[in-house]
Every structure is written in structure tokens, then in C-alpha cells.
Nanobody, 124 residues
């Protein structure tokens, strides 16, 4: 079993910054990919960013490209999401997810393990 714990959410004004963290523990494989997703009230969960097991490959949703940066520290089994220039439409619960295999994925159903989520609220 794999456990994921997110932290770093909160309330921030538009234009501000936040850094989310997601710590993985348990039976993580040596090659696992991680993703961030978010879900706003009344909306479906959507992809935000993903990073490959060695950090060599990343992918972002168009809505966050240029503002968000995903990174990881494998020594700490932790992935980060640095969020800059936040907008009110970034308000959502943010979830990290983990999957093993050859490829990272942008699809939520490819990730078997999820964290509990952390709330990000951007006030305008």
C-alpha cells in the first residue's frame, strides 16, 4: 500500500504564490510517476501537472503552463507544485497521485493511489 500526504494549501490573494508538497510512503516502487490534479466545486477533477520518475519529463495543463512548476526530490519521496501568479480560477482541492510503470500519465484513472487533498483558495 502507498500513502500520500499533501500539505501547503491555504488562502492566498490573486497574484500570490503557494507551494504544495506531497510526501509518499509505503510500498513505492523505484520508478514511479507523480501527478497533481485539482477539483473545483461542481466541476470534474482535472489534470494540472505530472512528472516522471526521475524528474526528466514534465507536463502541464495549458491553464497553468508558465505559472506552475512541478518538481520532485526522490531522496525525500516528495513531489512539489510551485504555484505562481495565482488566479481565482485556481481555487480547488488539489490532489497528488502516484503510479508506477513506464510512462507518466495525464489521466486520473491511470493513478491507483491518491492523497486526501489540500484546499487552495485564491481570493480576488
Amino acid at each position: 500500500q502507498v500513502q500520500l500526504v499533501e500539505s501547503g494549501g491555504g488562502l492566498v490573494q490573486a497574484g500570490g504564490s503557494l507551494r504544495l508538497s506531497c510526501a509518499a510512503s509505503g510500498r513505492t516502487s523505484s520508478t514511479y510517476h507523480m501527478g497533481w490534479f485539482r477539483q473545483a466545486p461542481g466541476k470534474e477533477r482535472e489534470f494540472v501537472a505530472a512528472i516522471s520518475w526521475n524528474g526528466g519529463s514534465t507536463h502541464y495543463a495549458d491553464s497553468v503552463k508558465g505559472r506552475f512548476t512541478i518538481s520532485r526530490d526522490n531522496a525525500k519521496n516528495t513531489v512539489y507544485l510551485q504555484m505562481e501568479s495565482l488566479k481565482s480560477e485556481d481555487t480547488a482541492v488539489y490532489y497528488c497521485a502516484i503510479r508506477s510503470g513506464l510512462w507518466m500519465s495525464l489521466r486520473s484513472y491511470d493513478y491507483p493511489y491518491w492523497g486526501q487533498g489540500t484546499q487552495v483558495t485564491v481570493s480576488s
